[in-house]
């Protein structure tokens, strides 16, 4: 680091330590950030990210350590503290009312009042200021913010934050639930926020992010600090190995893959427009922004939602069908929304992991959950899943860890047709690697009469043309025809995704 | 390999704490139990503890105790059933009739289950069907159920011939070698039957899904509505069987009896660690929750103590057991 030769750095932690209970979660970390500068925070899940921004936001008391905002001593007692000081967190969640409107979410806990009767010109000018600040006079004050799209709430959550005069603001993972355009505006804005001398801490998984938008990275790995330097100045190939702590080989892995015959034919459905078929050993993606439609094609194909009209021919099955016979005819679906569908966090590792099929446990209506934790603990191991045993719950895993539970879910059950939406979504490098290796190997490895075929929407172009033999692309709720993986580029994926090929 | 290590540790260690807090989880109420037990013990004296007292007291608690195991089920699969009062007034009164009428006690028994099970079904059609929360629908069904059996009942108490089903909490020890009342042992019998459902069923693991979270269990194909459909028909079922308990009680059929039961019935399984939320209860800690509200009960009419005096302490506990379920599941 090269502080001492500009002024005090915006906030400096020093030596920060904590445990929990005998779990070293930081070990003297040391962490500082200057005004006007982004920094990129960058590790794998588990790595102590979280607990050190919980312990700047004041959600976490440190153990020991030191801490100096603007030189002066700081120690927030809770989140609140961290607030008046002006440490502002824009979370992945985001944390808005979403009946109040954007004006009232901006001046929320600091509305200006007098005799406790809120002055609403003066909010409705606070509020206006603050989107003026962000250049978005575009968002209406007036509107209720759960009417906005995912990126507009996200600005309203930084107009808050401007509006309580902050001058530390962190961004955890802010693109993951962003669209192209928006990650880009988004960026734009960080670069003026920086020039306004905010100090900015920028979390992300996506090194190509980081080295967009920081000046400089910090890595923590096991609660420590493994490396730093500008941004401009390192490979995206080397602050990756600072995380991992090894090189990782090539990220994505490709068998040789041949298919058989056609396990899923889609005709004419609706909603999707969608007409592809999907053979055995291969791997058919589906590109798109957010927004265009993706995950619903995908749920109407399992079930989830209906279909407005067209025809899905699974295997010899066709006709409407629920989740359930979906599972029953070979076909298992993993959710985007691992929290909020995928796992039921406060079950084990195994009730998740056997929920779709639980016949074969025990006789006819049983479940022995002996038999359960004997199924549950081979994809453990199998998957190197770490948990402390095929009954803890999936709450406590990390996010890698939980998503390859919701992984093995599918296998445990052994479908034929496996739909993965968005199946690397918020989780580390190393798992990123691991579920791309295992995906691989369920269509080009063993019998080839018992291989699967897999349809994968991800929002992350590297990935689809890293893995997927085919892809195809969706764009205003309309997917297009798949084609070989080899005649698509990044940017003719976007081109076609953007819509920009069919306006020209 | 490092790396690897530390990792290792970690999960011994959260191991440990793992097992410490599960522990609390499903004895925490078990503990509760005997601490209230020792209090009234210490405080009434050693016959507390007699045969006879302990019986007085189960027999005062199967009521509540048998309409709980079904609620247990409803608030682990994430509803709730507030008609079970109502359900059991009903039942009253339906077996009443029936044995007027002539039937036997074996079929009136069987036709009272039947006509509790023919509520809950219609709580479960309402709640899937309508897509409306349990709490409103069963709020409905409450006073429906309730104003039936008035109006079943013509609004009066039904004298009915006496059969065995009178003697079903009558005290063993004139009554052949059972050592223990027969609705206690059917109640036993139930509370095996619905912990081992539960646990070792694919039902029962439904259940759980259900009410850790709907869209997953819906995501991995679990049959939400057919589900839903039969906890709620077999809750009532049970609260049915409960109302053939109080007519045993009260040897009339009577539509306004078990008013506010429910309430009863939902403490003492959030006392047993239930959640409101789902996903979470068991049948030993249910009975343990009725238990405790029935030792309070006789415990403070034994001690001469006002009736304010059992309310505030059942009140305390039952926030109290919330309190620590919270603190359990922070810690």
Known sequence: MVEGLTAVPRFDMRGVRKTFGATV???????????????????????????????????????????????????????????????????????????????????????????????????????????????????????????????????????????????????????????????????????????????????????????????????????????????????????????????????????????????????????????????????????????????????????????????????????????????????????????????????????????????????????????????????????????????????????????????????????????????????????????????????????????????????????????????????????????????????????????????? | MDRALTVDGRVGRARGLLGARRFLDERGVLVGLVAVALIFGALVGPQFFRAANLELMARQTVIVCVAALGMTMVIVAGGIDLSVGSVVALSTVVVALLLRAGSGPVLAALGTVMAAAVCGALNGLLITRLQVVPFIVTLGTMLLVRGAAKGLADERRIEAPISWLNDLLRTAQDGGGLLLPAGIWLTAALALVVAFTLRYTRFGRHLFAIGSNERTARLCGVRINLNKLAVYTIASAMAGVAGLLEFAKLSVGDPTVAIGLELDVIAAVIIGGGSLLGGKGSVVGTIAGAAIMAIIQIGCSQQGLPNWVQEIITGTIIVGAVALDRWRSRS
């Open chain 1, 25 to 504: 979660a930081l070990d003297g970390v040391n962490f500082a950030v200057r005004a006007g500068e982004v920094c990129a925070l960058v590790g794998q899940n588990g790595a102590g990210k979280s607990t050190l921004m919980g312990i700047l936001s004041g959600a976490i008391r440190p153990d020991a350590g030191e801490m100096r905002l603007d030189g002066a001593s700081y120690a927030p007692r809770q989140p609140i503290d961290a607030r008046r000081a002006g440490v502002a967190m824009i979370y992945q969640e985001l944390s808005l009312a979403p009946h109040l409107s954007v004006m009232e979410n901006i001046v929320l806990g600091v509305e200006p009042s007098r005799y406790g009767i809120v002055q609403r010109d003066r909010a409705r000018a606070t509020a206006a200021a603050a989107l003026e600040e962000l250049g978005r006079h575009d968002i209406p004050p007036q509107a209720a913010v759960g009417t906005l799209s995912p990126a507009s709430q996200q600005l309203v959550e930084i107009a808050r934050a401007l509006a309580t005069g902050c001058r530390v603001l962190v961004l955890d993972e802010p693109t993951s639930s962003l669209g192209h355009d928006d990650v880009r505006r988004l960026f734009d804005l960080i670069q003026r926020l920086k020039q306004q001398g905010h100090a900015i801490v920028y979390i992300s998984h996506f090194i190509e992010e980081v080295k967009e938008v920081s000046d400089r990275f910090v890595v923590l790995r096991d609660g420590g600090n493994a490396g730093d330097g500008p941004t401009a100045q390192t490979r995206g190939d080397e602050i990756v190995r600072m995380m991992v702590g090894r090189s990782v080989g090539d990220l994505y892995t490709r068998g040789s893959r041949e298919t058989g015959e056609a396990l899923l034919q889609v005709d004419e459905l609706m909603p999707g427009a969608a007409s592809f078929a999907l053979r055995r050993g291969e791997i058919l993606g589906i590109a798109g922004l957010l927004g265009a439609g993706r995950s619903r094609l995908l749920r109407t194909i399992f079930g989830l939602e209906p279909a407005k009209s067209g025809r899905v021919t699974l295997g010899v099955y066709s006709g409407p069908a629920a989740p359930h016979d979906r599972w029953r005819q070979g076909m298992g679906m993993l959710s985007e929304d691992r929290g909020g569908e995928g796992l039921a966090a406060g079950l084990s590792v195994a009730d998740n992991l056997t929920g779709s099929r639980l016949d074969g446990l025990g006789p006819g209506v049983f479940v022995w959950p002996s038999r359960q934790n004997a199924a549950a603990t081979r994809w453990i191991d199998r998957l190197a899943i770490r948990c402390a045993g095929p009954r803890q719950t999936v709450a406590e895993l990390s996010g890698g860890n939980q998503q390859k539970v919701a992984v093995a879910r599918l296998l445990h059950h052994d479908v034929d047709v496996l739909i993965l939406d968005e199946p690397t979504r918020g989780i580390d490098v190393a798992s990123k690697a691991e579920i791309y290796r295992l995906i691989d190997e369920l269509v080009s490895a063993g019998d080839r009469d018992k291989r699967k075929a897999v349809l994968l929407v991800s929002s992350y172009l590297p990935e689809l043309l890293g893995v997927c033999d085919r892809i195809a692309v969706m764009s205003r709720g309309r997917l297009g025809p798949a084609r070989p993986v080899e005649e698509w580029t990044e940017h003719s994926l976007l081109m076609d995704a953007s819509g920009a090929r069919a306006a020209s």
